[in-house]
């Protein structure tokens, strides 16, 4: 069984910058597709970032570009999400997750088969 443990959340001001973490454990697969999702109150679960470790290719939803930053460490086995120019519409419940799905099909828009825990973010004034 996959297991994913996000770290990295906190509150920051608009405009201010994060940096999420996903370490992954008992990973049999060489590869695979990982996404962040996020849900804000009273929203849905959106992906807003994906990647598939084997060659690095990514995607991300249209509200996150420019300002989010999504990688992965082969070394660590460590998933990674680079938040900056943070709005407060940004604000939710950040979630790592894994899809056994290959590269040109590793999109936001996969479902995955294993999920983290979750790390909360705000961005408020």
């Known amino acids: 069984q996959v297991q994913l443990v996000e770290s990295g959340g906190g509150s920051v001001q608009p405009g201010g910058s994060l940096r999420l973490s996903c370490a992954v454990s008992n990973n049999p697969y060489i590869n695979f597709c990982m996404i962040w999702y996020r849900q804000a109150p009273g929203k849905e679960r959106e992906g807003v970032a994906s990647?598939?470790?084997?060659?690095?290719?990514?995607d991300y939803a249209d509200s996150v570009k420019g300002r989010f930053t999504v990688s992965h460490d082969k070394t660590e086995d460590t998933l990674f999400l680079d938040l900056n120019t943070l709005k407060p519409e940004d604000t939710a419940i950040y979630y790592c997750?894994?899809?056994?799905?290959?590269?040109?099909?590793?999109?936001?828009?996969?479902?995955?088969?294993?999920w983290g825990q979750g790390t909360q973010v705000t961005v408020s004034s």
């Open positions: 997750s894994a899809a056994l799905i290959k590269s040109p099909y590793c999109s936001v828009d996969v479902s995955p088969e294993w």
């Open positions: 990647i598939f470790t084997g060659d690095g290719n990514s």
